[in-house]
């Protein structure tokens, strides 16, 4: 049995990915773990696990040990609220990544993300149920005297999440409601048998922090500080001493000692993983090495009759060929000793579809197009040899990250792409996601709309703020590069207290967006091994990763990028009107030479 003087663990965590919500940054959350000697700390975004990955690992490497849960939307007796499900194991974490996506897949436009309670009891295998508080599934149902269907849930859940391993959570934020529903809690945890545990709802780290996640919360809700008729949050939501909670929950020690007993139930964490690629290798070839390896040079070999040799002429008896060759195995030796065929081969795959079905494609930009590799698999137009480029810009030995293609798609046809791409790879393709942060003048904004400040007012400040996406600038930087903020500041209480709010919610994630270009493409059924997002009302044919590139990276899916490129499409036309008249004429067999053009 673990020591019962164990300190209290804050379970509950809400980072910046609860959005609008937690204002915490995991960077942050270490260095406080790290400086106060945190032994485990529980993650329990709102919705997501879009920080789970990322928790995990910054956690784990100053010595504190992340639990890794979430809470989601319960559907049920109709109610729809949060409960909060952590992983006991790596059973438990694809369960809960089953259940993340769910709530998202299968949400319509007018539903909030939730899942059914069928759902979630089949899928229950090692995870751990939390009731949550008196804003959650559990007590909305109380509040609205429905206890006959809670208790029946209730007992449905036990029957189910055997090994205790659903707990009747008590939480003490000194909130209106909440101490009848604790009265409540804990007659229902006597009459159905059900173990108690104490935990606090943390939504940042400092008692300091109050007012301005106050004004962050408004933010999310567009809604004024002001307001009288709107919900607030006690001031309680901190991290605090493990002392000051031990002594709020002394009287249901069972509630503290399962507290304390939670990290021992949880031995998982998510970690990084090795890059996993759709196998595309044939039978033909055994491999896709193999397969890369006759491509290439069936590939080259075209090449050649097409553009080198002339009157018969063999490719083999070119002058050139021999040096192409050599180019090429070179090519190959370090594309399969990095263990990167199959990313060639898929995007070429994809690229030669696209060709084929008359989507326009871009000839190749950046350091790809020094490959000879992706010339031969007609992925790019470009002979990197003939113009002198270097494949070793684009890919060594020495290189630690992927090779990244960028390719644009005509504007109007790229969708097609995607279409192919989810026939072709079943439930293993998806956007990246995205997160809107509130940076300098985002937050400038935002602060003075939520504290009242009139919208002349707030804009005349934020001009104040250089706008330069190229080479942003923190908020601290432009203040101590600008006299008249720093002027303004001393001079004006509304400006000194619309700017000290404003740094401390600088940089929080402000909404949820999609990543232009970014596509994962894995070699498995992506709910497996990550949570995906899908906003309900998007036209978007695929859904999101709820890892950002980062972490999707990290969790070892490879990014290919599609760009949509409306040159692409005005040029697709432009060659359609001239070959009304030329039948013969193709753009990329323009002379680059004709002196007359």
């Given at each position: 049995?673990?020591?019962?003087?164990?300190?209290?663990?804050?379970?509950?965590?809400?980072?910046?990915?609860?959005?609008?919500?937690?204002?915490?940054?995991?960077?942050?959350?270490?260095?406080?773990?790290?400086?106060?000697?945190?032994?485990?700390?529980?993650?329990?975004?709102?919705?997501?696990?879009?920080?789970?990955?990322?928790?995990?690992?910054?956690?784990?490497?100053?010595?504190?040990?992340?639990?890794?849960?979430?809470?989601?939307?319960?559907?049920?007796?109709?109610?729809?609220?949060?409960?909060?499900?952590?992983?006991?194991?790596?059973?438990?974490?694809?369960?809960?990544?089953?259940?993340?996506?769910?709530?998202?897949?299968?949400?319509?436009?007018?539903?909030?993300?939730?899942?059914?309670?069928?759902?979630?009891?089949?899928?229950?295998?090692?995870l751990i149920l939390l009731t949550?508080?008196?804003?959650?599934?559990?007590?909305?149902?109380?509040?609205?005297?429905?206890?006959?269907?809670?208790?029946?849930?209730?007992?449905?859940?036990?029957?189910?999440?055997?090994?205790?391993?659903?707990?009747?959570?008590?939480?003490?934020?000194?909130?209106?409601?909440?101490?009848?529903?604790?009265?409540?809690?804990?007659?229902?945890?006597?009459?159905?048998?059900?173990?108690?545990?104490?935990?606090?709802?943390?939504?940042?780290?400092?008692?300091?922090?109050?007012?301005a996640h106050d004004a962050l919360?408004?933010?999310?809700?567009?809604?004024?500080?002001?307001?009288?008729?709107?919900?607030?949050?006690?001031?309680?939501?901190?991290?605090?001493?493990?002392?000051?909670?031990?002594?709020?929950?002394?009287?249901?020690?069972?509630?503290?000692?399962?507290?304390?007993?939670?990290?021992?139930?949880?031995?998982?964490?998510?970690?990084?993983?090795?890059?996993?690629?759709?196998?595309?290798?044939?039978?033909?070839?055994?491999?896709?090495?193999?397969?890369?390896?006759?491509?290439?040079?069936?590939?080259?070999?075209?090449?050649?009759?097409?553009?080198?040799?002339?009157?018969?002429?063999?490719?083999?008896?070119?002058?050139?060929?021999?040096?192409?060759?050599?180019?090429?195995?070179?090519?190959?030796?370090?594309?399969?000793?990095?263990?990167?065929?199959?990313?060639?081969?898929?995007?070429?795959?994809?690229?030669?579809?696209?060709?084929?079905?008359?989507?326009?494609?871009?000839?190749?930009?950046?350091?790809?197009?020094?490959?000879?590799?992706?010339?031969?698999?007609?992925?790019?137009?470009?002979?990197?040899?003939?113009?002198?480029?270097?494949?070793?810009?684009?890919?060594?030995?020495?290189?630690?990250?992927m090779p990244d293609f960028d390719?644009?798609?005509?504007?109007?046809?790229?969708?097609?792409?995607?279409?192919?791409?989810?026939?072709?790879?079943?439930?293993?393709?998806?956007?990246?996601?995205?997160?809107?942060?509130?940076?300098?003048?985002?937050?400038?904004?935002?602060?003075?709309?939520?504290?009242?400040?009139?919208?002349?007012?707030?804009?005349?400040?934020?001009?104040?703020?250089?706008?330069?996406?190229?080479?942003?600038?923190?908020?601290?930087?432009?203040?101590?590069?600008?006299?008249?903020?720093?002027?303004?500041?001393?001079?004006?209480?509304?400006?000194?207290?619309?700017?000290?709010?404003?740094?401390?919610?600088?940089?929080?994630?402000?909404?949820?967006?999609?990543?232009?270009?970014?596509?994962?493409?894995?070699?498995?059924?992506?709910?497996?091994?990550?949570?995906?997002?899908?906003?309900?009302?998007?036209?978007?044919?695929?859904?999101?990763?709820?890892?950002?590139?980062?972490?999707?990276?990290?969790?070892?899916?490879?990014?290919?990028?599609?760009?949509?490129?409306?040159?692409?499409?005005?040029?697709?036309?432009?060659?359609?009107?001239?070959?009304?008249?030329?039948?013969?004429?193709?753009?990329?067999?323009?002379?680059?030479?004709?002196?007359?053009?």
């Amino acid at each position: 049995m673990p020591d019962s003087n164990n300190n209290f663990n804050n379970i509950k965590v809400h980072t910046q990915y609860s959005i609008c919500e937690g204002a915490i940054k995991i960077d942050e959350l270490a260095d406080y773990c790290k400086a106060n000697k945190i032994k485990s700390l529980g993650l329990a975004d709102s919705y997501n696990l879009c920080g789970a990955l990322e928790f995990s690992e910054k956690l784990s490497k100053v010595g504190t040990q992340p639990i890794i849960g979430t809470q989601i939307n319960l559907k049920a007796k109709g109610v729809i609220g949060k409960v909060t499900l952590y992983a006991t194991t790596e059973a438990g974490y694809k369960n809960l990544t089953k259940l993340s996506s769910k709530s998202y897949l299968d949400s319509s436009e007018i539903d909030e993300p939730a899942c059914d309670i069928n759902d979630l009891i089949q899928n229950n295998k090692d995870l751990i149920l939390l009731t949550g508080n008196y804003l959650n599934f559990f007590g909305k149902l109380y509040y609205k005297n429905k206890s006959k269907d809670l208790e029946e849930i209730l007992n449905t859940l036990k029957k189910n999440f055997n090994d205790n391993r659903l707990y009747i959570e008590i939480q003490r934020h000194n909130e209106d409601q909440e101490k009848n529903f604790e009265n409540y809690l804990l007659e229902i945890s006597k009459k159905l048998n059900l173990p108690l545990i104490a935990s606090q709802e943390i939504f940042y780290l400092n008692q300091d922090m109050y007012e301005a996640h106050d004004a962050l919360v408004c933010i999310g809700e567009k809604n004024f500080v002001d307001d009288k008729n709107r919900f607030k949050y006690s001031e309680e939501h901190y991290l605090k001493s493990t002392n000051d909670l031990k002594t709020l929950y002394s009287d249901i020690p069972e509630a503290l000692e399962n507290n304390y007993n939670l990290p021992f139930r949880c031995s998982f964490r998510p970690t990084p993983s090795d890059p996993i690629l759709p196998n595309i290798s044939s039978e033909k070839d055994g491999s896709a090495d193999n397969k890369l390896k006759r491509l290439s040079n069936e590939g080259l070999l075209k090449k050649f009759r097409t553009i080198f040799c002339r009157d018969g002429q063999k490719p083999e008896d070119h002058e050139l060929y021999s040096q192409y060759t050599k180019r090429l195995n070179h090519e190959l030796d370090i594309i399969i000793e990095m263990k990167y065929s199959s990313y060639f081969l898929i995007v070429s795959d994809y690229i030669i579809w696209a060709k084929n079905n008359e989507i326009p494609v871009g000839p190749g930009r950046g350091s790809g197009a020094g490959s000879l590799v992706a010339w031969c698999l007609l992925i790019t137009d470009v002979d990197p040899i003939k113009y002198n480029l270097i494949f070793e810009r684009f890919l060594n030995p020495a290189r630690i990250s992927m090779p990244d293609f960028d390719i644009d798609f005509c504007e109007e046809k790229r969708d097609l792409v995607f279409e192919y791409l989810t026939n072709k790879y079943k439930d293993s393709v998806a956007h990246i996601i995205t997160f809107g942060k509130l940076k300098a003048r985002m937050v400038i904004r935002d602060v003075g709309r939520v504290i009242g400040l009139s919208y002349g007012f707030v804009d005349s400040i934020a001009k104040l703020i250089p706008f330069d996406p190229s080479r942003p600038k923190s908020l601290i930087e432009c203040i101590n590069s600008e006299p008249r903020l720093q002027q303004l500041i001393k001079d004006d209480a509304r400006v000194k207290k619309l700017i000290d709010l404003s740094l401390k919610l600088e940089g929080l994630n402000r909404n949820v967006a999609t990543h232009a270009a970014g596509v994962v493409i894995a070699d498995r059924k992506l709910t497996n091994s990550v949570p995906l997002y899908k906003d309900a009302s998007s036209e978007l044919l695929l859904p999101s990763t709820q890892f950002d590139m980062y972490s999707a990276e990290n969790a070892g899916l490879i990014k290919f990028d599609f760009l949509g490129l409306k040159t692409l499409t005005v040029v697709d036309k432009a060659q359609k009107l001239i070959q009304k008249k030329n039948k013969k004429f193709l753009v990329d067999k323009i002379d680059y030479d004709d002196r007359e053009v």
